[in-house]
Each structure stands twice: as C-alpha cells, then as structure tokens.
C-alpha cells in the first residue's frame, strides 16, 4: 500500500451496499490515476459490509484508500458527499458512483481539464456531444432521466442554460470554491444543489455512462420523492409562482367547465372556451409576475405570445381528448376529470416555457451562472 502522505486529488465515494464493486474500483482507478498523488475516500451508508471490503482492499492498494462509515446517513448521497469534502485530503475532488457506471479511466480527463481551465466545476455529461447515457438500464429509466433533467433545467433555466446533464454524479471540483455551510444536502443531486447555491463556473467533458459492474440500482420511488422534494426547496421561486398561476387557472378553468355546462353548454364547448381563456390569463400573469426578469433576454412579446398560445392549444388537443375519455369510458364528471388533466399538464407547461417561450436570444450575453442570479429567482 502506498504512503498516506499528501496527495494532490481526492476520489470521493458515496457508497451503499457496494461491496461487490469495491476492488474493481479500486483497481481501475489507481490504473487511470498512476503516476498520480491520489487517494479514494468511500463514504459509507451501507446496511451491508461494504466497508469492511474497503478496508481489506486497501491492505495491498497502490495508493491510500479509506473509508468513513456514517453512523447516521443523513441527507442521503448528497449529505456522503459533503462529509467527503470535509475529511479529503486534498482540495481538488472528484466526485463518482460506487457502481462503475462513471468509468474511472474518465477522471484524469477531469482533472486535467479542471486544472488548464478557469472553471470551478468541471462536470462529465451524458448528454453532450460524444456522451452516452446507455448505461441507464431500459427506455424507462432513459425516458425519466431525460425528463428530469428537462425538469430540472427548466426551472433553473438561467443558471443551467450551458449546462447539458445537472443531475449528473460525476465531476471534479476544487472544494475550497464551494461554501460547505450553505448546502442542504437532500438525497442523490448533489452537483445540482452545489451549482444553485453558488455563483461557479461550470463546464462539461462527455462521458458514456456505463452498466453497472455488480448489484443493483438504488433508484427508487422514495429517491424520485426527495429528488421532487429537493427540487422544490431549490426552486421556490418560478415553478411556485407558475404552479399559483396555474392553480388559479385550474380553478377559473373548472369554474367555467361547471358554469357552462350548468347553463347547458356541452362540456366538450365548455372545456375549450375554458382553455382558451385560461390559456391567455396565464401567460399575461406569468408575463408579468413569472419570467419577468428572463423577458429582456427572450424573443419580443408577440413571439412569446405565439409560441406559449400554440404550445398550451397543441396541448389541450391532447388534454380534451383524454379528459372525454375519462368522462366517457371511466364514468368521471367532467369538473373532476378537467382538473386532473390540468395537473398532469403543469410539469409539461413548465418546462416549454421555461426552455422554450423565455429561451436567451442567441445574441444574449447572459452567463449561466451569473453571481447576480439568485435562488429564488433564477
């Protein structure tokens, strides 16, 4: 085993119930780290005897590796991470999964782009060019991870606007850029959380993600719920205020359907003049009271006008459609059913609007991760 003298890099692990990937990871990543002063810090959760493993591998590692065992594992992976940061060794960290799915052989292309650039964080992304997300495990798991990320841009769509892959867990940052006091760690997403807190320079290397090298994945309801309930704490601002603007909608949307209808009106009228009014209320509100400060750097009104009435018209063609059905075939009153669809249809108004209607002009100067930005309005 190599001496635990000063190192240049720290490889920071989160790890839960791993133990079948422990010495594989070791091995490939003091082969891609040769030559190197690094150590590998596992930061274990594991109900398992993952850290047991990691100390026997590193009675014959070629370089220093240790383990934390957390006692408590509070605020899940991100909270690892941040104990990770604290007892490394050195200031320059690399952040990756315990799975090999974030190939080792990728960290010195971190490291080394971390080094030559002026960026804080440099990030290994799935989804720019030469990037692979393969590794996910079928088309669902693909389609959700493209989906949140769509999500999670969209509601930082300042911040995140050069950022192709924020949900991604493998990246190198310099930990003294980060203000470990202000991080509230909650579950896996802790690069997000780390950019959203911050004013840091951010940029990308492609990366494949791979399948897994043993065990299986840790993704899971609950982990979808404290992602969604990260989100919020996040993002308070935007998605808060359209989600109000939206609900007032849905109420003067479901208002109308049960007035019209009330006065005889066939509920499939009812539902279109209702759309077609709440439609044009709703971007008039979130014009003014939403992406106001994103308005100076978006394409002129009417262009946002035309773009978010076209959107919101495509997708109540699909929304009526639906909604008869559940009037027809699932016995639902037409209020009930009006109100579920428009829920189901939020996330999606969310996200084109965020990405699409109130996108920088190519001619924008706006920085991606502008200090002036701020949490609750980014």
């Not at 359209?242 to 009812?270: E, H, K, P």
């Not at 008039?284 to 394409?299: G, P």
Request: glycine residues 8%; aromatic residues 8%; proline residues 4%.
């Amino acid at each position: 085993m190599q001496s635990q003298g000063a190192v240049d890099l720290t490889i920071v692990v989160p790890t839960f119930n791993e133990r079948d990937n422990v010495e594989e990871l070791v091995r490939r990543t003091a082969a891609a780290l040769a030559g190197r002063r690094a150590e590998i810090l596992f930061v274990d959760d594991s109900s398992d005897d993952t850290a047991d493993v990691v100390e026997r591998v590193a009675m014959t590692a070629p370089l220093p590796v240790r383990v934390i065992r957390r006692e408590r594992a509070t605020a899940g992976l991100g909270g690892a991470v941040v104990e990770g940061f604290r007892a490394a060794s050195a200031d320059i960290c690399v952040v990756m999964d315990g799975d090999l799915q974030h190939p080792p052989e990728t960290i010195p292309a971190i490291v080394d782009h971390l080094e030559r650039s002026d960026a804080d964080i440099v990030a290994a992304s799935r989804y720019m060019g030469g990037g692979s997300a393969t590794g996910l495990a079928d088309a669902t798991r693909r389609l959700v991870s493209w989906a949140s990320t769509a999500v999670t841009r969209a509601m930082f769509p300042l911040k995140l606007r050069e950022i192709t892959d924020p949900m991604t867990g493998f990246f190198g940052v310099d930990r003294t850029r980060i203000n470990l006091e202000t991080l509230r760690p909650r579950g896996f997403k802790i690069l997000l959380e780390i950019i959203v807190r911050g004013p840091l320079r951010v940029e990308e290397i492609p990366f494949s993600f791979a399948d897994r090298h043993a065990g299986e994945s840790k993704a899971s309801v609950k982990q979808g719920a404290r992602f969604v309930h990260q989100l919020a704490l996040l993002r308070f601002g935007k998605m808060s205020g359209f989600a109000l603007i939206g609900a007032m909608g849905a109420v003067a949307n479901v208002a109308i359907v049960w007035l019209l209808t009330g006065l005889g009106v066939g509920y499939l009228w009812a539902a279109v003049i209702a759309a077609e009014a709440t439609i044009i209320a709703n971007f008039l509100l979130a014009e003014r009271f939403v992406f106001h400060d994103m308005r100076e750097h978006a394409r002129g009104f009417w262009r946002r006008f035309a773009s978010s009435f076209a959107f919101n018209n495509i997708e109540s063609a699909i929304r009526i459609p639906v909604m008869a059905l559940m009037v027809e075939r699932a016995g639902m009153s037409s209020p009930l059913a009006t109100a579920i669809t428009l829920a189901v249809a939020f996330l999606v108004r969310f996200t084109f609007h965020s990405l699409v209607v109130y996108a920088p002009r190519s001619d924008s100067s706006v920085r991606a991760s502008s200090p002036a930005e701020k949490v609750s309005g980014a």
